[in-house]
């Protein structure tokens, strides 16, 4: 089943055969390297260390963010 | 050894720098290099998910720097707490430079959010760092609920206007309990000379260095213009007056008295 997710505030579909299972794996498909990312699903903060083991599921609200130049 | 001490650490560098408005990284790396700060700030965004692979933190040796994460871009305490909450975790540093700028336009800090998210944050065990306009007595409220600094602006953020509040700042420093870290709107090593001169602990620049023709060049000459001022504080310097005063003997003239 097709599933969507809300990144960064834009949905985001992923065909059946290709819907992450996990945080780490929703990553991997986004290219993002699990160390640069800070993440919020549906408002609550995840560890780092537990990014493998969080389930992505449906209608997720999902933040991805990391650190930028700034003053 | 005249040292800055921050939340009990030590730093041999009184000249904190951003790292936003360089035009590469490696620009960013050197300048970071040739400004001897220990102290860097960085930001917290959206992850650019047309560009997943661009990461600051790789270009950064985190060895060699304390990174001070900002709250830059929250418009009240809540969007501040929640940014200090993620850079935490993200990094397990707990140290944080809270700024709250509900106004894009000129970027002045919210002084009642501001203490408001300060409280909050203290009380969680971050060690925090308020951006603030230089408001004594929001200083002394600050330093009260237990903040590690508290940084006063010279001008808006990004100005390059130099001290505009160098009266207030008088006063800041005067009362001051913690160290006081003058940032935003210096826009010349001379402003952050003067700063350091009126007893500033440290300076914060990121502007002036990043955006100028040559940011290397900039950053050895805050980096000098900081510890001239550190000088010159320790020095004593005297007050001004009206009357001049020789510096020559005034006697042995070759003329008849």
């Given at each position: 089943m097709?599933?969507?997710?809300v990144?960064?505030?834009?949905?985001?579909?992923?065909?059946?055969?290709?819907?992450?299972?996990t945080?780490?794996?929703?990553l991997t498909?986004?290219?993002?390297?699990?160390?640069?990312a800070?993440?919020?699903?549906d408002?609550?903060?995840v560890?780092?260390?537990?990014?493998?083991?969080?389930?992505?599921?449906?209608?997720q609200?999902i933040?991805?963010?990391?650190?930028?130049?700034?003053? | 050894?005249?040292?800055?001490?921050?939340?009990g650490?030590?730093?041999?560098?009184r000249?904190?720098?951003g790292?936003?408005?360089?035009?590469?990284?490696?620009?960013?790396?050197?300048?970071?290099?040739?400004?001897?700060?220990?102290?860097?700030t960085?930001?917290?965004?959206?992850v650019d998910l047309?560009n997943?692979?661009?990461?600051?933190l790789?270009?950064?040796?985190?060895?060699?720097?304390?990174?001070?994460?900002?709250?830059s871009?929250?418009?009240?305490?809540?969007?501040?707490?929640?940014?200090?909450?993620?850079a935490r975790?993200a990094?397990?540093i707990?140290?944080?430079?809270l700024?709250?700028?509900p106004?894009?336009?000129?970027?002045?800090?919210?002084?009642?959010?501001?203490?408001?998210?300060?409280?909050?944050?203290?009380d969680e065990g971050?060690v925090?760092?308020?951006?603030?306009?230089?408001?004594?007595?929001l200083?002394?409220?600050?330093q009260?609920a237990?903040?590690?600094?508290?940084m006063?602006?010279?001008?808006?953020i990004g100005?390059?206007q130099g001290?505009?509040?160098r009266?207030?700042?008088?006063i800041?420093?005067?009362?001051?309990?913690?160290?006081?870290i003058?940032?935003?709107?210096?826009?010349?090593?001379?402003?952050a000379?003067?700063?350091?001169?009126?007893?500033?602990?440290?300076?914060?620049?990121?502007?002036?260095?990043?955006?100028?023709?040559?940011?290397?060049?900039?950053?050895?000459?805050?980096?000098h213009g900081?510890?001239?001022?550190r000088?010159?504080?320790?020095g004593?310097?005297?007050?001004?007056?009206l009357?001049?005063?020789?510096?020559?003997?005034l006697?042995?003239?070759?003329?008849?008295?």
């Open positions: 097709d599933s969507v997710i990144l960064n505030g834009k949905e985001r579909r992923f065909f059946a055969e290709n819907v992450p299972n945080l780490s794996s929703l498909q986004l290219d993002v390297l699990e160390t640069t800070v993440v919020e699903i408002g609550r903060l560890h780092p260390k537990d990014f493998s083991e969080t389930l992505i599921r449906d209608g609200r933040e991805l963010v990391r650190f930028m130049g700034g003053g | 050894m005249d040292m800055l001490t921050l939340a650490r030590t730093f041999r560098s000249l904190l720098l790292t936003g408005k360089f035009d590469s990284n490696e620009t960013m790396t050197r300048a970071l290099d040739a400004s001897g700060a220990e102290i860097i960085v930001a917290l965004r959206r047309d997943p692979q661009d990461d600051l790789s270009s950064i040796d985190q060895k060699s720097y304390l990174l001070l994460p900002n709250t871009g929250a418009r009240d305490a809540e969007e501040a707490i929640r940014l200090s909450r993620m975790i990094t397990g707990e140290w944080v430079k700024e709250v700028t106004d894009p336009y000129y970027l002045l800090p919210d002084p009642v959010e501001t203490l408001k998210a300060a409280k909050i944050l203290v971050f925090v760092l308020p951006y603030i306009n230089a408001d004594p007595i200083s002394l409220k600050l009260d237990g903040t590690a600094t508290v006063p602006l010279g001008s808006p100005s390059n001290l505009h509040t009266a207030s700042l008088r800041i420093l005067e009362q001051a309990r913690v160290p006081v003058v940032d935003a709107g210096l826009g010349l090593p001379s402003h000379s003067e700063a350091m001169e009126m007893g500033a602990d440290a300076v914060l620049v990121n502007t002036a260095i990043a955006t100028a023709k040559d940011p290397l060049g900039m950053a050895r000459a805050f980096k900081v510890i001239a001022g000088l010159a504080f320790l004593g310097p005297r007050a001004p007056h009357q001049a005063s020789s510096s020559s003997p006697t042995g003239f070759l003329r008849e008295e």
